[in-house]
């Protein structure tokens, strides 16, 4: 159902659009994260669209455990409950289960722990992971993997990403057969494959190779940005993207920072999602094109500029930079939610002069003039 067309190449990068029964992706895409259907500060979907989002992501162990799949599902899936009409995608829920879930066990079959929220027990293997997404009615799901931690040792990742190539296989197996059932949420559901490996490149190129003959409908590279440095992440890039299809999206899960955005897509990356756009906004830290600011700072007390000179976000249209350091340090949500507002359209529009440089053929000089402004100025 999905088709992807590369509009235009630069080295690697990679200008492309993705076409799904949501409508269309214009990538590369920063993938603004709503982790239980909603963006954290107080922003709605109906904000979304003044910023300039197009696609959406939540987290499905968050909504499996609250408010429950099946009760999403009653209310006509995802995009109907939180009144969003654009492409969404969901993860797995395996990373959440790794990182937040206490008491885990991992087996052959899925993995059993408790939940952060009740404690009650949960079973999550691939096909769970699977029904979950399909009664929220994703867009786009991703496959249920292991994400080893980045300081595994070698005989353990080498199992975890075999087991992870046969939890795959049951993915594609299980998703085939629920997009075929009647009462299907989104029949068109797609999926996403992930490469893991930990910073063993060589297992990392073997993983790729085998899971590129599966025919899926785009591949992430998982289980970066989680403790490796900057350098051992593009390095990995560097080694394993040219090993996933080129005719396919290229995901780089929970990525990044402006710089590490510009870096990735000179390497191939097509789709990116982060927390920090929006966490740093709920802590008064703004992005602008010369760095960071901490509205907190007492310097902004008498600035009446907005936050970036020239930005057409509801927050810098309307308010100072004074009036939003106040609310912060009032405690008023207003001033959290402008952040947020101001930091999301920052991270879209990055994404928008990116695609434009490539569309021009100067994504090399763009990439130089940006990363020298944001690391001078910050
Ligand atoms: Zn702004």
Redesign the pocket.
């Given at each position: 159902m999905a088709e992807y067309k590369i509009l235009k190449t630069e080295g690697r990068a990679k200008r492309a659009e993705f076409k799904t029964v949501h409508g269309t992706v214009q990538t590369p895409v920063f993938m603004n994260v709503g982790t239980v259907a909603a963006i954290k500060g107080a922003v709605a979907t109906t904000d979304l669209k003044e910023i300039g989002t197009q696609i959406e992501l939540s987290n499905t162990y968050h909504l499996h455990v609250r408010p429950g799949d099946e009760v999403v599902k009653k209310l006509g899936g995802l995009h109907r409950f939180m009144n969003w009409d654009r492409p969404i995608l969901t993860d797995s829920g395996g990373f959440q289960v790794f990182s937040l879930a206490s008491l885990r066990k991992i087996k052959e079959e899925g993995v059993y722990f408790q939940s952060h929220i009740d404690g009650r027990k949960i079973f999550m293997g691939p096909e769970e992971s699977m029904q979950i997404q399909s009664n929220l009615g994703s867009t786009i799901a991703m496959a249920f993997d292991e994400c080893p931690s980045s300081v595994a040792d070698r005989t353990y990742v080498q199992r975890s990403v075999e087991r992870t190539t046969r939890w795959l296989a049951r993915c594609k197996t299980e998703m085939a057969r629920l997009n075929s059932l009647e009462d299907t949420v989104n029949p068109h559901q797609l999926l996403f494959g992930i490469n893991q490996g930990a910073i063993y490149s060589d297992i990392r190129i073997e993983h790729a190779k085998q899971i590129r003959e599966m025919d899926l409908d785009g591949y992430a590279v998982g289980g970066l940005a989680v403790g490796e440095t900057h350098e051992e992440m593009y390095h990995i890039l560097d080694e394993v993207v040219p090993y996933l299809p080129q005719e396919k999206p290229v995901y780089l899960m929970g990525v990044g920072t402006p710089l590490n955005i510009l870096e990735a897509v000179d390497r191939g990356v097509d789709f990116f999602d982060c927390v920090y756009p929006s966490r740093n906004g709920r802590h008064g830290h703004v992005y602008t094109k010369d760095g960071k600011l901490n509205l907190f700072n007492a310097k902004y007390e008498l600035d009446d500029r907005?936050?970036?000179e020239g930005?057409?976000?509801p927050?810098?249209r309307h308010y100072s930079r004074a009036y939003i350091r106040h609310l912060l340090k009032a405690k008023e949500m207003l001033g959290m939610r402008l952040c947020v507002l101001?930091n999301l359209?920052?991270y879209n529009h990055l994404m928008e002069d990116i695609r434009d440089a490539i569309d021009e053929g100067r994504y090399q000089e763009f990439k130089k003039e940006r990363v020298d402004r944001y690391t001078q100025g910050a």
């Amino acid at each position: 159902m999905a088709e992807y067309k590369i509009l235009k190449t630069e080295g690697r990068a990679k200008r492309a659009e993705f076409k799904t029964v949501h409508g269309t992706v214009q990538t590369p895409v920063f993938m603004n994260v709503g982790t239980v259907a909603a963006i954290k500060g107080a922003v709605a979907t109906t904000d979304l669209k003044e910023i300039g989002t197009q696609i959406e992501l939540s987290n499905t162990y968050h909504l499996h455990v609250r408010p429950g799949d099946e009760v999403v599902k009653k209310l006509g899936g995802l995009h109907r409950f939180m009144n969003w009409d654009r492409p969404i995608l969901t993860d797995s829920g395996g990373f959440q289960v790794f990182s937040l879930a206490s008491l885990r066990k991992i087996k052959e079959e899925g993995v059993y722990f408790q939940s952060h929220i009740d404690g009650r027990k949960i079973f999550m293997g691939p096909e769970e992971s699977m029904q979950i997404q399909s009664n929220l009615g994703s867009t786009i799901a991703m496959a249920f993997d292991e994400c080893p931690s980045s300081v595994a040792d070698r005989t353990y990742v080498q199992r975890s990403v075999e087991r992870t190539t046969r939890w795959l296989a049951r993915c594609k197996t299980e998703m085939a057969r629920l997009n075929s059932l009647e009462d299907t949420v989104n029949p068109h559901q797609l999926l996403f494959g992930i490469n893991q490996g930990a910073i063993y490149s060589d297992i990392r190129i073997e993983h790729a190779k085998q899971i590129r003959e599966m025919d899926l409908d785009g591949y992430a590279v998982g289980g970066l940005a989680v403790g490796e440095t900057h350098e051992e992440m593009y390095h990995i890039l560097d080694e394993v993207v040219p090993y996933l299809p080129q005719e396919k999206p290229v995901y780089l899960m929970g990525v990044g920072t402006p710089l590490n955005i510009l870096e990735a897509v000179d390497r191939g990356v097509d789709f990116f999602d982060c927390v920090y756009p929006s966490r740093n906004g709920r802590h008064g830290h703004v992005y602008t094109k010369d760095g960071k600011l901490n509205l907190f700072n007492a310097k902004y007390e008498l600035d009446d500029r907005p936050i970036e000179e020239g930005c057409q976000c509801p927050a810098c249209r309307h308010y100072s930079r004074a009036y939003i350091r106040h609310l912060l340090k009032a405690k008023e949500m207003l001033g959290m939610r402008l952040c947020v507002l101001h930091n999301l359209y920052f991270y879209n529009h990055l994404m928008e002069d990116i695609r434009d440089a490539i569309d021009e053929g100067r994504y090399q000089e763009f990439k130089k003039e940006r990363v020298d402004r944001y690391t001078q100025g910050a």
